[in-house]
């Protein structure tokens, strides 16, 4: 046998064997946003021959046209045109004839996917080779895309319109560190001066007068300004930055809101990232909004925030890469605002003592919520000696389940790991019956109990002249440090559009140590409880009468 027809059958073999046990299901939505779930689709994966392959739930199937090969994944939906208003393009294939422009696969019965419980079936030459159910393997919810990965179904929620990013990271990257109130207005505006062709805000509430003037004049010397911002804050759009947004607009500066379209869904539940790109090679990156309270001029009092500026062409096309994605959806609609009055404050007086600084050579790593907001959990379980970490707040899962990050960080402390934790104690966040002061109580209670290198505290807001904590940070071993959006809470990190950065350079964790140990110094403790004169009086009475039965008893 010649060598050109032994590498014949060679290839023949391996593509019945590609056939044979390499398709599979991949990804599927039972249960889409559209009337009567038209959009649904499933999605396979594998190389070779589709002859003898077939799709089936309990009440029907599909197979494909004899002929017909693949090479990597092929999507097939069951109405094309649905699936296209969906995700903006036609599927390889379809299971109803709604299109002339999509092929049909060969259908049997009615195949539909039912929204809570059903089961999808993957047969090469009748023998079963995949079972998918649900619930079971997957749970179902409206509008989330289960994906396997890895051999695991849903590592994460994935809603329909989501990002997939992958997780990456970015070497030898020049870092310039800030913090809020002190310095943040300086650090923005430099940035925005040093612009030469286009940038590009992402911003969950932009208020604030000077952000507003500083991206004004990037426009008008001729940089090109683009602005997306959360369509539906918590609270609605307030009447400064509807007047922010009006000025933008009047200025030629496009601005955009991320909304629900008309009977559809947003694919966040909130944008609460808070980032901008410029000229592609730098990115600036804040816990912060673009209100006064996070941007305030030097010499005045706001919040707590961290943030950095980072420069490397390859990180920042990664945000701009990201920007493009989220604004390229049907959830991105203009938004012109209205005339209205600047942001109103009151100027309080801040000491202003942290300067930024710039550090070279850093490793980043961006932390992407929800698409690797995992990465946080990753940072925690590395910690061999210590954690700080200061945030808003932090919400339980439940009455008996912790905040996965908390949990994480208490077991850090459980392996020997020193773990401090400061939390805001503005009025909104200690007024009720289960806010940050009951969370620090909770928190020492455990540690106590456990005997644990572990202390939590609130802030002492009176004291260190702060409006209050805002930030989302972490600080690992004096070599790590997180700086993001991401609360730590049951929405943000799986649900929310978020955006950070972990950043390995032993002298920016220094940096951020530095302004950490200054808020935590003044901070209150775990209150004790307070002292019941009449409960201490009752006992003492009863142990008094006690006494006096005692001594009458024995001197008879």
């Given at each position: 046998?010649?060598?050109?027809?032994?590498?014949?059958?060679?290839?023949?073999?391996?593509?019945?064997?590609?056939?044979?046990?390499?398709?599979?299901?991949?990804?599927?939505c039972p249960?889409?946003?559209?009337?009567?779930?038209?959009?649904?689709?499933?999605?396979?994966?594998?190389?070779?021959?589709?002859?003898?392959?077939?799709?089936?739930?309990?009440?029907?199937?599909?197979?494909?046209?004899?002929?017909?090969?693949?090479?990597?994944?092929?999507?097939?939906?069951?109405?094309?045109?649905?699936?296209?208003?969906?995700?903006?393009?036609?599927?390889?294939?379809?299971?109803?004839?709604?299109?002339?422009?999509?092929?049909?696969?060969?259908?049997?019965?009615?195949?539909?996917?039912?929204?809570?419980?059903?089961?999808?079936?993957?047969y090469?030459?009748?023998?079963?080779?995949?079972?998918?159910?649900?619930?079971?393997?997957?749970?179902?919810r409206?509008?989330?895309?289960?994906?396997?990965?890895?051999?695991?179904?849903?590592?994460?929620?994935?809603?329909?319109?989501?990002?997939?990013?992958?997780?990456?990271?970015?070497?030898?990257?020049?870092?310039?560190?800030?913090?809020?109130?002190?310095?943040?207005?300086?650090?923005?505006?430099?940035?925005?001066?040093?612009?030469?062709?286009?940038?590009?805000?992402?911003?969950?509430?932009?208020?604030?007068?000077?952000?507003?003037?500083?991206?004004i004049?990037?426009?008008?010397?001729?940089?090109?300004?683009?602005?997306?911002?959360?369509?539906?804050?918590?609270?609605?759009?307030?009447?400064?930055?509807?007047?922010?947004?009006?000025?933008l607009?009047?200025?030629?500066?496009?601005?955009?809101?991320?909304?629900?379209?008309?009977?559809?869904?947003?694919?966040?539940?909130?944008?609460?990232?808070?980032?901008?790109?410029?000229?592609?090679?730098?990115?600036?990156?804040?816990?912060?909004?673009?209100?006064?309270?996070?941007?305030?001029?030097?010499?005045?009092?706001?919040?707590?925030?961290?943030?950095?500026?980072?420069?490397?062409?390859?990180?920042?096309?990664?945000?701009?890469?990201?920007?493009?994605?989220?604004?390229?959806?049907?959830?991105?609609?203009p938004?012109?605002?209205?005339?209205?009055?600047?942001?109103?404050?009151?100027?309080?007086?801040?000491?202003?003592?942290?300067?930024?600084?710039?550090?070279?050579?850093?490793?980043?790593?961006p932390?992407?919520?929800?698409?690797?907001?995992?990465?946080?959990?990753?940072?925690?379980?590395?910690?061999?000696?210590?954690?700080?970490?200061?945030?808003?707040?932090?919400?339980?899962?439940s009455?008996?389940?912790?905040?996965?990050?908390?949990?994480?960080?208490?077991?850090?402390?459980?392996?020997?790991?020193?773990?401090?934790?400061?939390?805001?104690?503005?009025?909104?966040?200690?007024?009720?019956?289960?806010?940050?002061?009951?969370?620090?109580?909770?928190?020492?209670?455990?540690?106590?109990?456990?005997?644990?290198?572990?202390?939590?505290?609130?802030?002492?807001?009176?004291?260190?002249?702060?409006?209050?904590?805002?930030?989302?940070?972490?600080?690992?071993?004096?070599?790590?440090?997180?700086?993001?959006?991401?609360?730590?809470?049951?929405?943000?990190?799986?649900?929310?559009?978020?955006?950070?950065?972990?950043?390995?350079?032993p002298?920016?964790?220094?940096?951020?140590?530095?302004?950490?140990?200054?808020d935590?110094?003044?901070?209150?403790?775990?209150?004790?409880?307070?002292?019941?004169?009449?409960?201490?009086?009752?006992?003492a009475?009863?142990?008094?009468?006690?006494?006096?039965?005692?001594?009458?008893?024995?001197?008879?």
């Open positions: 046998m010649s060598f050109s027809r032994s590498l014949s059958v060679f290839m023949f073999l391996c593509l019945c064997v590609v056939s044979c046990g390499a398709v599979q299901i991949i990804e599927f249960d889409p946003y559209l009337a009567d779930d038209a959009d649904e689709y499933v999605v396979l994966s594998g190389i070779g021959s589709l002859d003898g392959v077939a799709i089936a739930d309990n009440h029907g199937s599909f197979r494909f046209p004899d002929g017909t090969f693949m090479n990597g994944t092929l999507t097939v939906a069951r109405d094309g045109p649905a699936f296209e208003k969906t995700h903006g393009s036609l599927p390889d294939f379809e299971w109803q004839d709604h299109s002339p422009q999509v092929p049909d696969v060969i259908s049997r019965g009615t195949l539909r996917l039912a929204n809570s419980r059903d089961e999808l079936l993957v090469e030459n009748s023998r079963l080779v995949q079972k998918i159910s649900w619930p079971g393997d997957v749970s179902p409206q509008g989330q895309v289960h994906f396997l990965e890895n051999g695991v179904w849903d590592p994460r929620p994935l809603m329909l319109g989501q990002s997939r990013l992958l997780p990456v990271t970015f070497e030898n990257v020049t870092v310039t560190a800030f913090v809020s109130p002190d310095c943040s207005l300086d650090i923005f505006s430099s940035a925005v001066a040093s612009a030469q062709h286009r940038v590009l805000v992402n911003v969950y509430e932009l208020s604030s007068a000077n952000i507003t003037a500083a991206l004049g990037a426009e008008k010397r001729g940089v090109d300004v683009e602005v997306l911002l959360e369509g539906g804050p918590v609270g609605g759009i307030s009447a400064e930055e509807k007047a922010a947004i009006f000025r607009n009047q200025s030629g500066i496009p601005v955009y809101e991320m909304a629900a379209p008309e009977g559809g869904h947003a694919p966040y539940r909130y944008d609460h990232a808070k980032y901008v790109v410029f000229d592609d090679v730098a990115v600036l990156l804040t816990s912060e909004n673009f209100g006064h309270s996070g941007f305030p001029p030097e010499g005045e009092a706001g919040n707590r925030g961290w943030g950095v500026y980072l420069e490397d062409p390859g990180l920042a096309t990664y945000f701009k890469d990201m920007y493009l994605i989220d604004t390229g959806g049907p959830a991105i609609v938004v012109y605002g209205s005339e209205g009055p600047a942001e109103a404050y009151r100027v309080i007086p801040y000491p202003s003592p942290v300067t930024p600084k710039t550090f070279n050579g850093a490793r980043v790593t932390v992407i919520a929800p698409d690797t907001s995992s990465a946080v959990t990753g940072l925690l379980d590395s910690a061999q000696e210590s954690i700080e970490i200061q945030q808003a707040y932090i919400t339980n899962e009455k008996t389940g912790l905040n996965p990050y908390l949990a994480t960080s208490i077991n850090a402390s459980r392996r020997g790991v020193h773990v401090r934790i400061l939390l805001d104690s503005y009025w909104y966040n200690t007024a009720d019956e289960a806010d940050n002061d009951e969370m620090v109580a909770l928190i020492n209670r455990i540690a106590a109990i456990e005997h644990l290198p572990l202390e939590a505290r609130c802030a002492n807001l009176a004291a260190s002249g702060l409006e209050k904590i805002h930030n989302k940070g972490v600080i690992v071993d004096d070599r790590e440090v997180l700086v993001s959006s991401i609360n730590w809470n049951t929405n943000s990190p799986g649900f929310n559009r978020e955006a950070g950065v972990i950043i390995e350079q002298e920016v964790a220094v940096y951020f140590r530095a302004v950490f140990d200054a935590w110094s003044p901070a209150v403790r775990s209150p004790q409880p307070s002292m019941d004169y009449l409960k201490i009086a009752g006992v009475t009863v142990i008094g009468l006690l006494m006096v039965l005692y001594y009458r008893r024995h001197i008879r």
